[in-house]
């Protein structure tokens, strides 16, 4: 497992845009979005999580768009397979690193602009601990609607995925009222911990199988 995650992370530092544009386009959508509107007329630190939600939604599918397909392509994903005799590690190993690499410096920056737009510093970490976990839940659905989409467009994993994350956006709009109105943040938490815990462990196994019809 050392050596995937080791090797997963060396691979994806040598991708620039793989990591560097979903980094980019959350500042650029934080940024762009309020410019747009009249922000006078609105409560900004009240409705600026919707925007951060929208961000991680675009941002979650961009960054795992290509998680498997350049491996499938290249021939990786079959030697792995024949090293490993399964792709369950393969898979919970890019997950993990794309999270590390990509999740969460995306969620640090959407907790960072909630503080610069009148979110008490109080609060910091825990936006900063949801959006993280909003991450890794949302990574886990868009990496299953890529290993889907492998070979057949880029829409048949959105046209998948999307349905799957909507009980995530659920949950992390519950998670921000909780934030705002200070009640019920720590079970709201727990809950997506658990869940996000079961997702990371059952996931991979369904994507193993996934990518193993691709290769027959």
């Known amino acids: 497992m050392l050596r995937l995650i080791k090797a ?4 994806l530092s040598k991708k620039l845009k793989s990591w560097l544009g979903p980094l980019l386009i959350m500042v650029l959508v934080l940024i762009a979005f309020p410019l747009s509107i009249d922000i006078s007329q609105y409560d900004l630190d009240k409705f600026y999580f919707s925007i951060i939600v929208v961000s ?8 795992t768009e290509g998680m498997f397909e350049e491996d ?14 399964d792709f369950y590690k393969v898979v919970f190993s890019k997950i993990l690193v794309y999270v590390a690499f990509i ?11 909630s503080f610069a737009n009148g979110v008490a510093i ?12 909003s991450n890794l839940l949302l990574f886990n659905l868009f990496a299953f609607g890529n290993a889907l989409s492998i070979n057949k467009g880029a829409m ?14 659920i949950l992390l709009g519950r998670a921000i009222r909780s934030i705002q109105f200070d009640e019920g943040f720590t079970a709201i938490i727990a ?16 994507i193993s199988a996934v990518l193993k019809t691709h290769i027959d």
């Open 56 to 63: 991680l939604l675009m941002t979650a599918f961009v960054a």
């Open 156 to 169: 048949l994993g959105v046209l998948t995925a999307l349905p799957l994350a909507l009980p995530v956006i």
């Open 8 to 11: 997963e992370s060396f691979k």
């Open 191 to 206: 809950l997506m911990t658990g869940i996000g815990l079961i997702i990371s462990a059952i996931m991979p196994i369904i």
């Open 103 to 113: 999740g969460i410096p995306i969620a640090f920056i959407g907790a960072l602009f």
């Open 122 to 133: 109080v609060s910091f970490a825990k936006i900063l601990l949801l959006l993280s976990l």
């Open 72 to 85: 499938f392509e290249d021939g990786s994903l079959e030697q792995e397979f024949l090293i490993e005799k």
